[in-house]
């Protein structure tokens, strides 16, 4: 009885996110600007892939070409622009980081309205390069964008406690925002879908996108005073490349970089597979595909809480490995799926499995800053993040690249009205086996990851000391 007492008053406390420091209002004000990026994100890498391949007739092979040249680019400007952020001085008149983010809206707003224009009458080569141009000017406002907010995030809110709960937050909102870009592709790119029909869609998901980029950065704080910790931390440009040698020969960085890699960014390609799937494998309605698709995500978000809470108990690593469970039996009962209900429940396990593992490594990129500059005296956010992005970021369409040449390779054909048993069992091994593989070969790097519990809080007590003082 006591143990059952001892649990429930645990799972109050995750859904109250008790934890001190900013408050919860304060926590949901912070969560705002990051979700609505990846609204934008799920709009532009995946379901604008499947309207290119179904809607415009843009090969597969096309597709995964796009995304090669993207991955290049994102490996020649994260860096850049994270070390321009670094350098970049906070202007009583303007700010810094929030400044940033909103100047990089607009060309976001622009480029993904001009994406969804691209004629099926054209030339393969001609939508290839407009594609590619207009992925090209939204990558690039969206890294600055974001690259700004993860260092706005991580000294408004210093604690590794205080960044889970701001995560789960930014989960719920994300998936609420989520919903509405997700009724797009379920309901109207699933079966027999319509140009016509769904331009003006895009349109209105646009519009109501750039009112929440207006809404969530309106008021946000950028005074001086959240700078003061970081003043006189400024290191000469002549030692950039020593100091980016010494961040990644560090294994903290080498084994979070392939942990990323490997599992944390490929798992988060699901919903495009999940696509494919439920039209070329079940041959479900749309009406079908957005009741489980919307389902599985509230079952999903009902346990985000009680991630938080295992993950804050027993630190990165352990609550890694307990992910691989949910993992094995989700992407396994995909593959092996006969009927919608297997579907259903499998999709369940896969949507718990993805929240659950992004849950645990979001807080690892921010301690390995806080313990670097615990160890050098200079915070490098910019920096940090423009080296994580050569070979995450960079790497971060790979799953996207996999996915479309697999199902190329199977014999996928958009403009078919039902795909040959190869291309079914193609999407079944794109789906399902390849993620799964990624998620179990994770484990390697993640046991060399060299922070265990008590070495995340004493990172998290330095990080709280350096901004308030200790005060909480």
Do not use: C
């Not at 890498?45 to 680019?73: E, R």
């Amino acid at each position: 009885m006591r143990f059952v007492k001892k649990a429930a008053r645990s799972v109050r406390n995750a859904f109250r996110f008790t934890t001190s420091g900013l408050t919860l209002g304060e926590k949901w004000r912070l969560a705002l600007p990051g979700p609505i990026l990846s609204v934008g994100g799920v709009l532009i890498h995946n379901v604008f892939i499947k309207y290119y391949t179904d809607m415009i007739g843009l090969s597969p092979k096309y597709v995964a070409w796009v995304y090669v040249i993207y991955n290049i680019w994102n490996a020649i400007n994260d860096p850049m622009i994270g070390v321009w952020i670094d350098k970049l001085r906070h202007r009583p008149n303007r700010g810094k980081y929030v400044y940033i983010m909103r100047v990089t809206v607009p060309f976001m707003i622009i480029s993904s309205f001009l994406m969804m224009l691209s004629s099926p009458s054209w030339d393969q080569w001609l939508i290839f390069l407009l594609y590619t141009a207009e992925l090209f000017i939204y990558d690039t406002a969206a890294t600055a964008y974001g690259i700004a907010y993860q260092s706005y995030m991580l000294i408004a809110a210093p604690t590794k406690e205080e960044r889970i709960d701001v995560g789960i937050v930014q989960n719920y909102i994300s998936q609420a925002m989520s919903f509405l870009i997700t009724l797009i592709p379920t309901l109207l790119l699933v079966g027999d879908g319509k140009r016509e029909v769904i331009i003006p869609v895009f349109s209105a998901v646009i519009l109501v996108e750039t009112v929440f980029f207006t809404l969530a950065l309106r008021g946000l704080k950028d005074d001086a005073k959240m700078y003061e910790s970081l003043e006189g931390q400024q290191f000469a440009m002549n030692e950039l490349w020593s100091q980016s040698w010494e961040i990644i020969k560090s294994r903290q960085f080498i084994t979070f970089v392939l942990y990323s890699i490997i599992t944390a960014g490929p798992i988060g390609f699901y919903f495009t597979p999940y696509l494919y799937y439920m039209d070329g494998v079940v041959n479900a309605g749309g009406a079908v595909t957005t009741t489980i698709d919307v389902g599985t995500h509230v079952i999903a978000l009902m346990f985000l809480p009680v991630m938080g809470y295992i993950i804050k108990k027993y630190g990165t690593k352990t609550s890694v490995y307990w992910g691989t469970v949910p993992a094995i039996l989700g992407y396994g009962g995909i593959f092996f799926a006969s009927n919608i209900w297997a579907v259903a429940a499998s999709y369940v396990l896969v949507v718990i499995t993805v929240n659950y593992i992004r849950t645990a490594v979001s807080p690892v990129g921010a301690l390995i800053i806080d313990e670097n500059e615990r160890t050098s005296g200079v915070r490098k956010t910019g920096l940090f993040n423009g080296l994580f992005a050569i070979f995450t970021v960079a790497f971060s369409s790979l799953q996207t690249v996999i996915f479309m040449s697999v199902i190329g390779a199977f014999g996928y054909d958009g403009l078919a009205t039902s795909q040959s048993e190869t291309a079914v069992l193609g999407i079944r091994i794109a789906t399902s086996l390849i993620p799964l593989a990624s998620i179990l070969l994770g484990l390697i790097p993640m046991a060399f990851y060299p922070f265990d519990k008590k070495k995340e809080e004493e990172i998290s007590a330095f990080s709280n000391q350096a901004r308030r003082g200790g005060l909480t």
